[in-house]
């Protein structure tokens, strides 16, 4: 098999969580770009119409689901609504998350099940959904876990973000070595700081001084993780599961 041919997706479907802008739309744009069919799901209608016309004129093939995956009951009907349209699932983004700012002693318990709910319970629900009905089934799937860089440190007031994504690394882990012999890999993305809708409060504040303290002097940029999904979601990792990969600029090293 030729290096093009490892990351060729034709054919393949991709199923992304929180696709409709930021992170998400950008990795669909990645997928869609390297032939895969992409479904992007999202808690809202008019973002979604705007990505998938977005990814139209791209010339991906979109399907676009509205989702709450804090409502984990209509995760079976989300799934069945892709693989009526496109059939098996066979790569799966879970990247939908939420964060949640407050020194530990006064964090709101409902923020607490919010961040976990999401950046936890949901991609561990999703992914054994699609895991049991799509890919266990035909030995072989990818799936991507996109944690974050703050799962591999403290934080100061973020103590729930910090938390979930080091549980959603260690959720990969666990899910890699469970369903490997299925021929399934299962890998963590753990970006740094991007400019999003998440972290634009705090880029305000100290944007300089995060990129100062990067050694490449350099926020994330609107294609710096589509090189890692495409890898991940490829045959070109194959032998890879069970990883994180930080996309951070370095700063993590520092």
Known sequence: MSVKQLFDLTGKTALITGGSRGLGLQM???LG?????????????DELAEAKAHLAKLGVETLTVVND???????????????????????LVNNAGATWGAPAVDHPEEAWHKVMNLNVSAPFFLSREVARRCMIPRRQGKIIVIASVAGLKGGNNTVAYNTSKAAAINLARSLAVEWGPHNINVNAICPGFF????????????????VARAPLH?????EDLKGA??????EASRHITGQHLAIDGGAIAV
Do not use: C, N
């Open 69 to 91: 995956l804090q409502k984990f009951e209509q995760i079976p009907a989300m799934v069945d609504e892709v693989t009526k349209a496109f059939g098996d699932i066979d790569i």
């Open 33 to 45: 770009e390297m032939g895969a069919r992409v479904a992007i799901t999202a808690r809202k209608a």
């Open 229 to 234: 999904v495409v890898f991940l979601a490829s």
């Open 218 to 222: 350099r926020l994330g940029g609107d």
């Open 28 to 30: 669909a744009e990645a």
């Open 195 to 210: 400019p999003s809708k998440m972290t634009a409060g705090l880029l305000a504040k100290s944007g300089e001084a995060v």
